[in-house]
């Protein structure tokens, strides 16, 4: 008995898996004038990156019928039984129809269906009587889908009727199935699984093709509420903002050379610490050589909080217009053209040093999204006794690490370095503590 469970359990996700895989094919297939061209290796990581995101789907269409199967094996009442089959069906049929909807909608919305597109139905409700003609091959998918699906689950679960009760110790073998769908659902990772993981595993430009419906509809309904992306403001007509502040300029040709371009951005390094005179300046002697030297911008001003909008400003001139990031907005899966992608569409190799663990406050994800092909963290260092218990490695041993990490590197490379020791508490390695003087704030010590 326990092996007919398990085998249909095991059939069961292969058929779900199986609907994924055909759905993400007919997804790619019909939309393929808006991605990147890929090759063989390209396709292969998509596909790989697709099905842990689709396990993750499956693994929670799955695991309220395994409860309602518990309570059928519990109580032999058939009821239980029905209603699981029917509620695995009604999940599965709403899938498909909301990825092949997604599947024709995608050259109008450019993303997977979202809570916000909810907001659009009413005034949508017109052009959706046109979609059977319009869509008709997609229809018939469905049609084919649906079918195909409904025959082959009455097959699957033939073997799921029971003719006695399961004493209710004996459910504790469904553990282990209920543990393998939670890792389904949630991954290894530090982090839960979400759409924003896509960069983690391939080509975010491929991010519409990796995710699916379920993930991205489930992602909008439960991710930080209460931002106004979806309220634009307009406060000037857009004749009278190019002509005050002309931001389109025609530069002439010129012959292009290829330097390695290194990008310090410095940790809630406030411009305070830096200027003559201030009563908060830091003992910054190279710093100052090089400011006495170089073009300094001395009006600079911040309007986020956290350092992940800062390198999404720097990165890829997006202000943080809110208190939320690109990747916990409405346009997360927007494609965005940053300054790293700008350099490796010239052959540049692009590089992300940060001395914190991996992925940590979703950098990394960040990065790769703007074009950032190596992140380059605390693992890749691998000494401990260097970390400073808070944040992750020591500034003066990381950057000693990022530097000859440098001259490794082929040329031409845009190198972006973030540093951590002068994020709070200021943690000092006990070899500098008497070095640097301590100046008048508490964080003058770990700018020095």
Known sequence: MKRKLLYSFVMVFTLCMGLMLMLRIIFWTYNRRFFPAANL???????????????????????????????????????????????????????????????????????????????????????????????????????????GVHFLLRRFTARLKVSAAFPVKHTLLFLPVFLFLFICIRGWNARPLSPLSVSLYTNANYSSIVTNTLQTLLYSVFKSPGNNWGNPKQFYPFDTVTKTVPFVQQLPAIEEKKYNVVLFIMESVSRAYLEKGNPQKASTPFLDTLMSNSLVCTNAFANGSMSVNGIQAILSGIPALYDYNIDNSPYYLNFTRAMPAVFKERGYGTYFYYGAGKDHFGLEKLSRRFGVDHYISEEAYGNKAEHNGYWGINDSAFFRFTAEQIAKQPQPFFTTVFNISTHYPYVIPEQYRSVFPKGNTAASQSVS
């Open 41 to 147: 290796k390209e396709k292969l990581s998509v596909f790989m990156a697709g099905s842990r995101f689709d396990a993750s789907s499956v693994a929670l269409i799955l695991f309220p019928c395994l409860l309602l199967y518990t309570i059928y094996l519990v109580t032999t009442n058939k009821r239980w039984l029905q209603l699981m089959l029917l509620l695995l069906k009604v999940l599965l049929f709403v899938l498909i129809a909301l990825s092949l909807f997604d599947t024709g909608y995608y050259a109008f919305s450019f993303q997977r269906s979202s809570i916000e597109m909810l907001k659009f139905t009413a005034d949508s409700l017109r052009v959706f009587k046109t979609a059977p003609l319009a869509y008709a091959g997609l229809f018939a998918m469905a049609l084919v889908l649906v079918v």
